[in-house]
């Protein structure tokens, strides 16, 4: 399953690169981008278990950028 969220307060494009390198290691996740320029995150992950994914991003979006908000719609 492919899904793309938009993000809030990302202050930097060296934090999206830590994002993504973080997300990408995740068990389940295919491929990940997150792009500083539009504020976008985009994840490819296990269909059965994106939910549980998606709280491990979330965990590890807030290591790197404790401000950034992930709109989970």
């Given at each position: 399953?492919?899904?793309?969220?938009?993000?809030e307060?990302?202050?930097?494009a060296?934090?999206?690169?830590?994002?993504?390198?973080a997300?990408?290691?995740?068990?389940?996740?295919?491929?990940?981008?997150?792009?500083?320029?539009?504020?976008?995150?985009?994840?490819?992950?296990?269909?059965?278990?994106?939910?549980?994914?998606?709280?491990?991003?979330?965990?590890?979006?807030?290591?790197?950028?404790?401000?950034?908000?992930?709109?989970?719609?």
């Amino acid at each position: 399953m492919k899904k793309t969220y938009k993000l809030e307060d990302l202050d930097c494009a060296n934090c999206a690169r830590k994002m993504e390198d973080a997300i990408k290691k995740l068990d389940g996740v295919a491929d990940a981008t997150v792009s500083f320029l539009t504020q976008k995150m985009t994840i490819d992950a296990d269909d059965a278990r994106f939910d549980d994914i998606m709280q491990q991003v979330v965990k590890c979006c807030k290591k790197v950028e404790p401000d950034c908000r992930i709109i989970l719609k």
